[in-house]
């Protein structure tokens, strides 16, 4: 069993609507949580981190934490074409280590 | 500036010849690493360290080292042990506290 796992997708959606992006962990010691988005054939740059229960906005982005379940979500809101990525996320238990998940890839359609 | 270089973008290899890949740091940060991204996966760490001098491997280390003489390089060595060295290498640095890690542009790696 992977430590980090995600769908690997590819997630469509129209413009506009709100992409879910969904990520699960193993590990009960992880303490943090991070999302990044990485253009094809660029390298991957930090979106957002979460580290406590429930939701946590930046922008149009929103992460969920839930640690009693081990989930942990990335909502993109009035999704845009520049949103077409993979969606990397992460996970650390303070041991200066992260566990990555293989990633999403979303595309946005016109 | 401040920010993660990594040198070169590109970079051939040989059979048997060893590679040695170029990350540089100038925001000050205490711990740097290595991961390799092959397609459709995600990243596996070869290397890290969290102080000048001092570094641990990672989950996939074999055929590769590295050393930390400077708090802004961490080079990365493909030995020719490396049978599959093919991928895109990514060079990372973060602020241990903080455990965020921000990551250069990458050097993509190819065998001739």
């Known amino acids: 069993q992977k430590e980090v796992e995600q769908n690997s997708g590819p997630l469509s959606v129209p413009e506009g609507a709100i992409a879910s992006l969904n990520c699960t962990y193993s590990?009960?010691?992880?303490?943090?949580f991070f999302w990044y988005r990485q253009y094809s054939g660029k390298s991957p740059e930090l979106i957002m981190f979460i580290y406590s229960n429930g939701d946590k906005e930046d922008g149009r982005f929103t992460a969920q934490l839930n640690k009693a379940s081990q989930y942990v979500s990335l909502l993109i809101r009035d999704s845009q074409p520049s949103d077409s990525a993979t969606y990397l996320c992460?996970?650390?238990?303070?041991?200066?280590?992260?566990?990555f998940g293989a990633g999403t890839t979303v595309t946005v359609r016109a | 500036d401040g920010g993660i270089t990594q040198s070169p973008k590109y970079l051939f290899r040989k059979e048997g010849q060893n590679v040695t890949l170029s990350c540089e740091q100038n925001?000050?940060?205490?711990?740097m690493y290595w991961y390799r991204q092959d397609p459709g996966q995600g990243l596996r760490l070869i290397y890290y360290s969290q102080i000048v001098n001092d570094f641990q491997k990672g989950d996939i280390a074999e055929g590769y080292s590295v050393s930390r003489e400077k708090k802004e390089s961490f080079p990365l060595t493909v030995t020719s042990a490396q049978k599959n060295p093919t991928a895109f290498y990514l060079c990372?640095?973060?602020?241990?506290?903080?455990?965020?890690?921000?990551f250069g542009p990458g050097t993509r790696l190819l065998v001739l």
């Open positions: 992460a996970a650390g238990r303070g041991d200066y280590k992260l566990s």
């Open positions: 925001l000050n940060h205490d711990a």
């Open positions: 590990d009960r010691g992880s303490q943090s």
């Open positions: 990372a640095s973060s602020i241990p506290a903080q455990e965020t890690q921000y």
